[in-house]
């Protein structure tokens, strides 16, 4: 048991080391974003190099400049579309949920390590268990917690858009340009839907900083999961856009066809309700029915028939 308890010891520090190691890399990977993002404002590029000599600050620059590009592509695709759908849109976030993963994982390895190692258990389960533990804290449950929360916030949005469109419309239909409509509604929608109120702060943000209103308003669509109704939403504003349309009157339209969809969609579960009930009711439900009603008859009839007491 000595060499067990050894073993895994010597396990547990490699781990910790690694994750040691693993949690300086992200801050240096930080340090030097902020870095490069303060030489660009400073407007330190590589158009003012000297005597084309390459220094530690050109270096710094190429890095941040591949870091950036690859954050562009792979923000939302794969895992960080996860985190994204999920909720966590910043890279702090992202790293707090692996810090946080490694640490559970291993602090119950090593405590359930300790325990089986006291509780006189072989090598072959402790082995056996701790993989298990790896592969549920590591892979399965962080994988469901992420869907999960990211259904949460997309029920949430498909919940609140066509109240949104109608807050849209108003604005609209008052005078205002779409921008300013946009704004206006998500500060409104900030007490009902904090998940809508950012993606819409964000469209906003986006269109003033000089991104053309198609493009943010297909960001503003894929950021929300490329959800159908989201889809439409976004392709018939644009379509009203381009041919002159008034975006009003495009906007009741899909509203009352959003309206439509949410009715059929309850219609739906309301009949699917009859027959997702059959099996509970069948099993569940019915035999202690049965035993209730029918047994003081049986026992009555036992007595009676055998005279038992």
Same mark, same amino acid.
């Given at each position: 048991?000595?060499?067990?308890?050894?073993?895994?010891?010597?396990?547990?520090?490699?781990?910790?080391?690694?994750?040691?190691?693993?949690?300086?890399?992200?801050?240096?990977?930080?340090?030097?974003?902020?870095?490069?993002?303060?030489?660009?404002?400073?407007?330190?590029?590589?158009?003012?190099?000297?005597?084309?000599?390459?220094?530690?600050?050109?270096?710094?620059?190429?890095?941040?400049?591949?870091?950036?590009?690859?954050?562009?592509?792979?923000?939302?695709?794969?895992?960080?579309?996860?985190?994204?759908?999920?909720?966590?849109?910043?890279?702090?976030?992202?790293?707090?949920?692996?810090?946080?993963?490694?640490?559970?994982?291993?602090?119950?390895?090593l405590a359930f390590t300790i325990?089986?190692?006291?509780?006189?258990?072989?090598?072959?389960?402790?082995?056996? *268990?701790?993989?298990?533990?790896?592969?549920?804290?590591?892979?399965?449950?962080?994988?469901?917690?992420?869907?999960?929360?990211?259904?949460?916030?997309?029920?949430?949005?498909?919940?609140?858009?066509?109240?949104?469109?109608? *807050?849209?419309?108003?604005?609209?239909?008052?005078?205002?340009?779409?921008?300013?409509? &946009?704004?206006?509604?998500?500060?409104?929608?900030?007490?009902?839907?904090?998940?809508?109120?950012?993606?819409?702060?964000?469209?906003?943000?986006?269109? &003033?900083?000089? &991104?053309?209103?198609?493009?943010?308003?297909?960001?503003?669509?894929?950021?929300?999961?490329?959800?159908?109704?989201?889809?439409? *939403?976004?392709?018939?504003?644009?379509?009203?856009?381009?041919?002159?349309?008034?975006?009003?009157?495009?906007?009741?339209?899909?509203?009352?066809?959003?309206?439509?969809?949410?009715?059929?969609?309850?219609?739906?579960?309301?009949?699917?309700?009859?027959?997702? &009930?059959?099996?509970?009711?069948?099993?569940?439900?019915?035999?202690?029915?049965?035993?209730?009603? *029918?047994?003081?008859?049986?026992?009555?009839?036992?007595?009676?028939?055998?005279?038992a007491q």
């Amino acid at each position: 048991m000595g060499s067990v308890f050894l073993f895994f010891a010597s396990l547990s520090t490699f781990f910790a080391i690694a994750f040691f190691v693993f949690v300086l890399s992200v801050q240096f990977t930080e340090k030097i974003n902020r870095w490069g993002s303060r030489y660009d404002r400073l407007g330190l590029s590589e158009s003012k190099k000297e005597n084309d000599q390459t220094t530690f600050r050109d270096i710094i620059q190429s890095y941040v400049k591949q870091k950036k590009q690859k954050n562009v592509k792979k923000r939302h695709s794969g895992p960080s579309k996860q985190f994204y759908l999920a909720g966590y849109d910043t890279a702090a976030s992202v790293s707090a949920f692996v810090v946080i993963k490694w640490v559970i994982t291993w602090a119950l390895v090593l405590a359930f390590t300790i325990g089986m190692v006291a509780a006189g258990l072989d090598f072959a389960k402790i082995l056996v *268990l701790n993989i298990f533990i790896i592969i549920g804290c590591m892979f399965v449950m962080p994988t469901f917690y992420l869907r999960s929360k990211a259904n949460a916030r997309l029920n949430e949005i498909r919940r609140h858009l066509a109240d949104t469109i109608d *807050l849209l419309i108003i604005c609209l239909e008052a005078g205002l340009g779409f921008d300013a409509a &946009l704004l206006r509604v998500a500060q409104e929608q900030r007490r009902s839907s904090q998940f809508i109120s950012k993606e819409l702060f964000h469209t906003n943000q986006e269109i &003033l900083a000089g &991104l053309s209103r198609e493009a943010a308003l297909r960001n503003l669509a894929e950021r929300c999961g490329n959800q159908p109704d989201m889809q439409s *939403l976004v392709a018939v504003i644009i379509q009203a856009e381009k041919i002159g349309a008034s975006v009003a009157k495009t906007l009741r339209t899909q509203k009352d066809s959003i309206r439509f969809k949410r009715r059929q969609s309850a219609q739906e579960a309301v009949m699917k309700l009859p027959v997702k &009930l059959a099996f509970p009711l069948i099993f569940f439900i019915f035999p202690p029915l049965i035993l209730i009603i *029918l047994g003081p008859a049986v026992i009555q009839f036992a007595q009676s028939m055998f005279g038992a007491q």
